[in-house]
C-alpha cells in the first residue's frame, strides 16, 4: 500500500527552523541566509524556508537553493558531508545495503557531480565527474520532442518506457550540462515530458495522498525497471504552480510538489534516489496562460535526461 507523502505547503514554506537544515548538511552561506542578504552575482534573499532559499536576480527573476542530497537520506543511511579547500561540499551516502552514493555541489547546493558505487565494484559517474568532457555552448537548438504525454488511469508501463527511449532530434554526440538542462526550458524540451495527470493538487498544497501514489504505480515500474537496466539512467522531476500567490513563494511550492512526487516514487516504488534531479520552477512554465488558480497548470512533470547528458561511464574499483 502506498505511504502518504504528505508534504504540505504549511510543512514545507516556513514550518522548518530558519537555516538549521542547511547548517546540518553543510551547506553553510545558505544556513543563516536572511532576507535581503545579497548572495553571489548580486541575488537578493527574498525567502528562507529553512530547506528552501528564494532569492531575487538583479534581472528581477526568481531562483531557488535547495538541499539536493534530501532523497538520499533515508532511514538507516549514515550521512556525512566534507568542505572541501574550493568551497565545494562533499556529501557522502552510505546505505544499509552498502550502497555508497557520493554528491559534490558548490556552496549554495547547486549540484556538480554524482556517482554511486558497491565496495569493490566500479562506480557509476552519473555526471560532472572529474573526466567530463566540457559542456558545449547552447547556440542553435533542434525542434523540441515531438512526442509528449499526460498519466492517466489506463497509463501503462509499456507506454511510458516507449515515451522515454524517445531520442531528441540533436546531432549524435551533442551533450549539455545539468546546469544548463535544469536552468533553459528549451534544453528540456528536447526530450519528452510526461506529466503526471493523476495527481490534481490542491492550490497551494503539495500532498502526495495514498489515493495518489497508487496512481504512480506504472511510472515507477517504468521507471525501476529502466534503472535496473541501465543504474546510469537520470529522471528530473519537475514541480509547476498556477499563479495563485506570489511567484517567489510558488516557486518554493513547486519544488515541494516535485520532491514529494519523488519520495512517493521511492518509497513506495524503489525508484534509486540517486537516479532522480528534483526542480520547482514555480508559475514560471504555465501550461495553459491565464492568470488565478488553475488545476491544469498545478502539475508535475517527469523527463528522462539521460540522452541530454555526456555519456556515463565507470570509474576505477572502489574498496
Known sequence: MPRSSDYSYRHHLGQSGGGEDFAKFGLALLAGAVIGQVLNHGDRVVH??????????????YGLYHDPNTLLRRPGATVT???????????????????????????????????????????????GGANAAPAQTIGRLPPPSPVDLVLSAQTGPAVLKRTFEIRPLQRPGRHFSLGQILQNR?????????ELGTLNFASGSAAVTPARARSLAPLGRAMHRMIARNPAEVFLIEGHTDTTGGAAQNLALS??????????????????PQNLIVQGYGEADLKVPVQGPDQINRRVIVRRITPLLPRATRGTVQN
Open 48 to 61: 528562507n524556508y529553512g530547506n528552501r532559499v528564494v532569492y531575487r536576480t538583479p534581472r528581477g527573476t
Open 186 to 194: 528549451a534544453v528540456r524540451d528536447l526530450v519528452p515530458e510526461v
Open 81 to 127: 558531508t566534507r568542505r572541501a579547500r574550493d568551497g565545494t561540499v562533499l556529501t557522502r551516502v552510505e546505505e544499509p545495503d552498502g550502497l555508497v552514493i557520493l554528491t559534490r555541489t558548490n556552496p549554495y547546493g547547486r549540484i556538480l557531480s554524482r556517482r554511486f558505487y558497491r565496495p569493490g565494484q566500479r562506480p557509476w559517474i552519473l555526471f
Open 255 to 272: 519544488d515541494a510538489r516535485a520532491e514529494a512526487t519523488a519520495l512517493a516514487l521511492t518509497e513506495n516504488y524503489g525508484v534509486p
